[in-house]
């Protein structure tokens, strides 16, 4: 169980807001940098980098990990399997940093997700997210088009200038 200022994640992982008498006080960051008077990214960065990490790996790494403990490793590259596991990761970690008064994204998040991706991605195919040819039936017209109307009117222009010069 992980408290993070005014919350705290209990046995079921969801965030819940505790009472004044079961906060830790070294962990109560809301406001800080207003009462330190440090800029809020040099705040994010310096003051809660722990903290935030901390706590998305307890709150929200947790629950994703359970979750696609869930899903057949089969299902881990199919995006319609997985997309509400990874959008509730990322809500996850927007919701613990607008918490923390912290910017989202942020270099933490980046590696955080740089992880997951090594862990839970890093055997899908990238088939999907690369150019590839059009198929002959689009690809036909739109460099046939081109080529048959240049032919044309060089063929247009050649016979206006044969007829014309005997009028000048």
Same mark, same amino acid.
């Given at each position: 169980m992980g408290t993070v200022g005014p919350y705290q994640a209990g046995a079921d992982r969801e965030i819940r807001r505790v009472s004044a008498s079961e906060q830790q006080p070294v962990r109560s960051t809301r406001g800080l940098s207003r009462q330190l008077k440090l800029p809020l990214l040099l705040y994010c960065s310096l003051v809660l980098q722990g903290y935030y990490e901390r706590a998305i790996n307890d709150f929200c790494l947790a629950k994703f990990k359970l979750d696609m403990g869930g899903l057949?490793?089969?299902l881990y590259c199919s995006w319609t399997d997985t997309m509400e596991i990874y959008e509730g990761l990322t809500n996850c970690t927007y919701q613990v940093a607008l918490r923390m008064d912290c910017f989202w994204p942020n270099k933490i998040v980046d590696r955080f997700f740089m992880s997951i991706h090594r862990i839970y991605f890093h055997d899908c195919a990238v088939t999907g997210r690369l150019l590839q040819e059009p198929p002959?039936?689009? !690809?036909?017209?739109?460099?046939?088009v081109p080529? !048959?109307?240049t032919l044309i009117m060089t063929a247009l222009v050649v016979w206006r200038s044969k007829r014309t010069e005997g009028v000048l």
């Open positions: 057949d490793r089969g002959n039936s689009i !690809l036909a017209p739109f460099i046939g080529v !048959l109307v």
